[in-house]
Each structure stands twice: as structure tokens, then as C-alpha cells.
């Protein structure tokens, strides 16, 4: 006795045939690169807006008016930057010897700020006094010509502190705008190159919420002084390039625009690992650095 298969399906059902092939279970015409969209452009957003908040938070806790870590590294950098930005001394790592005697005659020295503890770090969380320090040693009438070398370390630090200034002026909080600045490009370059990758963006979101819980908790930590922007954690801006290498790698395939972005958000780690503590952080990602000698 052969039995009949049902051809024929009832008004308004796909047949057995359609929901094997999966056509039955399928949203319009037009729908799926819509939804898409939308969650990349959602995921895009809540990004931005964790940056923006980390931004907030930093200037809600002080980060802003923070001058983290060892003076000595501090006065290299600046006095580099202030050499290239003010007087157009531009020529390796070195600084004007004028700018670095005008930031220790400001008070910018251990026989002005050291001794106490509490004194100290006062000192470093003085906007006012350290902004003015800054100030005077940019607006040297003769500045002269000799020069100090900065030694073998913190080269990637000269090089953040001339970044964040020529942005945001000679100034404390260029430091922490700076490095907000860095970690936003990361970001919107990540976003540019997986915009179509929900597990992508979905990760670029928690590296996000990461800085986001990152930022105060550096700030409050002890005993030293600490802030986001310190030696220390520059190398936190590695987290989103190293996410992007990942992934990279993950899917197998590399277009055009992700091999340029890729390339150009490593410009800084690779400055930065010029200062002889960083260069392996490039590769393993964000870390504490070894305090060198």
C-alpha cells in the first residue's frame, strides 16, 4: 500500500520542503541588513558614549588636575615638549637647557616640593602651580641654544606630552585630554574597520566599560601619585590595538581599509616603546610597566 505525501501545503504555511531550506523562517526582503545596521550603529553609540563618560570621570575624580608618578620623568618630558612646541627645538629628544632651569626656578624640584609626603603630593595635584611652572618656562625671552639630553628612557613620554600639547595647549590637562584623545581614535578606527562585526563591536564596547571602570580606580590608588596618563599606564592605550591585531587575526582576512587602520593606531604604540620599558607591551597588550632605574 503506498501512502501519499502531502504536496500541498495550506494556505498561509510554507511546505516541508521550505522549512528544511530555512525560506520559511526568514524576515522580508530588505529587514536583515536593516536590524544589522541598527545594532552596529547601537553598539557604535554605547562605545562613544562609555568614552565620553570615561572622560567625565576622569575630570569628576581629578585625573585632569594630576601630575602622576616621578617628577625627574616628568621634567624630561615636559621640558621636550615645551622646547619643540615654544621655541621650535625640535631635534631628537633633547630640551633646551633654559626651559629646564626655568621649571626647576618655577618650583618644579625636589628641594621645593620634596621632604614631606604629603607635601609632595599636594604639590602634584596643584594645577594652579604647576600651570604656571609651565607657563614660564614657554615664555623664555632668550632661550639660548644649549641643550640636555633626556637619557635612554621615557622617549615615548616626550613624545605624548608634545602630542597632547600641540592639541590642547601647555597646560596640566592637555596630559589627560591627550591621552583620551589617543584612546578615542583607537576606538573610532576599530569601530571604522568591524562596523559589520556585532562580536567585534560587542568587544569594543567591554573595552570601553574596561577604561570606563579603569580611570577612577588609578586615581585613587596609593601610595604613589597615580592618574591614567602616568608612565606607568600609557600602555592601557594598547587595549584597543591589541583587540584589533586579534581579531585580525581571528578572521583570517584582511581588507584594505582594516590593514590601513591597523597600521595607523600603531604609530604610538610603536613611539612609545622607544622608551627601552614599553616595546613588549605592544605585543602583550596593557600592563604595568617596571619602574627603571
Not at 620623568?73 to 631628537?92: D, F, M
Amino acid at each position: 500500500m503506498e501512502v501519499q505525501s502531502g504536496a500541498t501545503a495550506l494556505p498561509g504555511h510554507p511546505t516541508s520542503a521550505a522549512l528544511c531550506d530555512g525560506l520559511g523562517s526568514q524576515p522580508p526582503i530588505g529587514e536583515p541588513a536593516t536590524v544589522s545596521l541598527s545594532r552596529s550603529v547601537l553598539l557604535v553609540l554605547c562605545a562613544l558614549t562609555l568614552c565620553a563618560l570615561t572622560v567625565w570621570e576622569g575630570v569628576r575624580t581629578g585625573a585632569d588636575r594630576t601630575l602622576p608618578g616621578a617628577l625627574a620623568r616628568h621634567l624630561n618630558g615636559l621640558a621636550v615638549a615645551i622646547s619643540c612646541l615654544s621655541y621650535s627645538h625640535c631635534h631628537g629628544y633633547t630640551s633646551l637647557r633654559s626651559v629646564d632651569q626655568a621649571l626647576y626656578d618655577a618650583g618644579l624640584n625636589y628641594s621645593n616640593i620634596g621632604g614631606e609626603p604629603s607635601r609632595y603630593i599636594a604639590a602634584l595635584h596643584d594645577a594652579s602651580f604647576i600651570n604656571q611652572a609651565l607657563q614660564r618656562a614657554a615664555s623664555i625671552p632668550n632661550p639660548g641654544t644649549a641643550v640636555n639630553s633626556m637619557g635612554p628612557h621615557e622617549k615615548g613620554l616626550a613624545f605624548f606630552y608634545a602630542l597632547s600639547m600641540a592639541v590642547f595647549g601647555i597646560q596640566l590637562s592637555s596630559l589627560f585630554y591627550g591621552f583620551m584623545l589617543v584612546f578615542f581614535v583607537t576606538v573610532g578606527l576599530f569601530a571604522v574597520a568591524f562596523y559589520r562585526d556585532h562580536l567585534a563591536l560587542a568587544s569594543l564596547v567591554a573595552a570601553c566599560c574596561a577604561m570606563y571602570l579603569i580611570v577612577p580606580v588609578l586615581q585613587e590608588l596609593d601610595p604613589d601619585v597615580n592618574a591614567v596618563h602616568g608612565s606607568r599606564y600609557l600602555p592601557l592605550l594598547g587595549i584597543v590595538p591589541v583587540l584589533h591585531l586579534f581579531m585580525l587575526f581571528e578572521r583570517g582576512k584582511m581588507k584594505p581599509l582594516q590593514v590601513v587602520t591597523a597600521v595607523f593606531r600603531d604609530v604610538f604604540a610603536l613611539e612609545r616603546s622607544l622608551d627601552g620599558r614599553g616595546a613588549w607591551s605592544v605585543g602583550c597588550g596593557p600592563s604595568r610597566g617596571v619602574d627603571a632605574p
